[in-house]
């Protein structure tokens, strides 16, 4: 009768207070159970992203414009992370010799972008010694163009404020890249530069008007300008219709300009006549049928 009474009570002990293993082990059960349909809708979820980006890429443009814009900006900080230690070891710090590295890191990028360079003129930067390279600026994707035909020792004149643009910037300032203020060419004082005398980004389907600082700096120094040129890329990279497609670019270099003799009174010629030249350059390669290398419509 006693022991009865004792397990009565014991078992009326547990059920009341049960020990801290047998708690475990339903919280355990009673989580895992839970849990198992969220894991499940986490499975479901991750198959839909996964069926539905190959199916946005070949419905929406817009989506592809953004993808790639944000893929673009992404993979180039990226890679400015793996420069950034290689430059410091290859060179100690600054130094425009870096601006090998950047350009063997860079060269295959235009892959994963859908483009292709088509250059012409090649002869033109067989020259030797220090000259100013002028060209159009239409995106952020003219980088891609230019490490395609970077010449040795040069580097570029670049807005102040991309020295603040994370690993990007860093990477820039180690390459040599001259930054200056917007208004004002005089802290520019290497001469074989890559400069983009419109100041800004242009896709209007022509060419800015040029600043002149370029031009002051070639005339002061005496060293030729090259003129090099990039196709539109009207055929194939729309900003305001948000469309990013697949294209081939072609990049004319023009014969040397010689400022041998020049002085500050003729600056104003020496603009004129390159933004002649260079006009007439891009419409010519930019009225040539554009060619694609995937798809042209989404």
């Not at 207070?17 to 839970?34: D, V």
């Not at 190959?54 to 953004?66: A, E, G, I, R």
């Amino acid at each position: 009768m006693m022991r009865l009474e004792f397990i009565e009570r014991e078992t009326w002990t547990r059920a009341r207070y049960p020990s801290p293993l047998h708690t475990a082990g339903r919280k355990h059960f009673s989580t895992a159970g839970k849990q198992a349909p969220f894991a499940a809708m986490d499975s479901v979820w991750m198959l839909v992203v996964l069926l539905a980006l190959p199916l946005l890429f070949w419905t929406s443009s817009t989506f592809v414009f953004y993808f790639k814009k944000c893929f673009y900006v992404a993979y180039m900080m990226w890679l400015a992370v793996i420069a950034i230690p290689v430059c410091i070891v290859k060179s100690g710090g600054r130094d425009i010799e870096n601006m090998r590295v950047i350009q063997f890191l860079v060269r295959h990028v235009k892959y994963f972008m859908g483009l292709r360079y088509q250059v012409s003129g090649w002869e033109h930067l067989q020259t030797e010694g220090p000259y100013v390279i002028i060209s159009n600026h239409q995106s952020s994707l003219d980088v891609l163009g230019m490490v395609e035909i970077l010449p040795e020792r040069c580097t570029m004149i670049a807005k102040k404020e991309l020295l603040w643009a994370g690993t990007v910037g860093m990477i820039c300032w180690l390459g040599g890249i001259v930054f200056i203020n917007r208004q004002k060419t005089s802290d520019a004082k290497n001469i074989r530069l890559w400069v983009f005398p419109e100041g800004t980004r242009n896709q209007n389907g022509g060419l800015l008007p040029f600043k002149k600082g370029a031009f002051h700096l070639a005339i002061q120094a005496q060293v030729p300008i090259i003129p090099i040129v990039f196709s539109s890329y009207s055929n194939f990279y729309l900003r305001k219709e948000k469309e990013f497609k697949s294209g081939t670019i072609t990049l004319k270099i023009l014969p040397k300009i010689e400022t041998k003799g020049m002085t500050a009174d003729d600056v104003s010629s020496l603009t004129e006549k390159s933004f002649s030249v260079m006009h007439s350059a891009f419409q010519e390669i930019s009225s040539k049928p554009a060619q694609s290398n995937g798809p042209t419509s989404h």
